[in-house]
């Protein structure tokens, strides 16, 4: 992770994969749920990592095999997937501050490729934070598609990107 033009200091509150089941037939129908609901699509969060190496790097490990594929319901095997890898940064980590959030989708992981995510200046605490407690801000993937009144000396950016390790 690479953190450019930031207004003050940022430190990662959370850097973790979010694995989901990618195989719903395994799951419970809702007919043999208490009241009909239907099964959520299980999900886990396994926290990873990330060491700052500079003043504007970190770098970290994360496993795209983290959770284990099994027949947890006697329904067939349940495979897992990791869906993102999310990284969650705060100006001091306090709680009630602006979560600038970046991440990696599926799609994303394992091309190797940067992935830029642009955020406004004025969210970050000290400036003119959202009244909001804790409010997570995704930013924008696009610059463009930020207002016209957003001029590039407002704007910082986190830069994502991942590369295989070979084990």
């Known amino acids: 992770m690479r953190?450019?033009?930031a207004p003050g200091p940022l430190r990662v509150v959370v850097s973790a994969t979010q694995?989901?089941?990618v195989t719903p037939e395994c799951l419970p129908s809702p007919n043999e749920n208490p009241g009909g609901h239907l099964s959520p699509i299980p999900?886990?969060?396994?926290p990873f990592?990330?060491?700052q190496v500079s003043d504007t790097e970190y770098a970290g490990v994360f496993y795209?095999?983290?959770m284990v594929d099994a027949d947890y319901?006697?329904?067939?095997v349940c495979r897992w997937r990791v869906v993102q890898v999310q990284v969650q940064l705060k100006a001091t980590g306090a709680d009630?501050?602006?979560r600038f959030v970046a991440s990696l989708s599926n799609e994303d992981i394992g091309r190797g490729d940067p992935k830029t995510?642009?955020?406004w200046k004025g969210a970050y605490p000290g400036e003119l934070a959202s009244d909001i407690k804790d409010f997570p801000n995704f930013g924008q993937a696009d610059r463009s598609r930020m207002a016209d009144s957003v001029k590039d000396e407002d704007v910082f950016s986190v830069v994502l990107q991942e590369e295989e390790v070979a084990r």
Not at 73 to 76: A, E, H
């Open 49 to 51: 990592v990330l060491e």
């Open 64 to 66: 795209t095999d983290g």
């Open 19 to 21: 694995n989901d089941v």
């Open 96 to 98: 009630g501050e602006t």
């Open 117 to 119: 995510t642009y955020f």
């Open 3 to 5: 953190i450019q033009n």
């Open 73 to 76: 319901y006697g329904l067939g």
């Open 43 to 46: 999900t886990h969060d396994i």
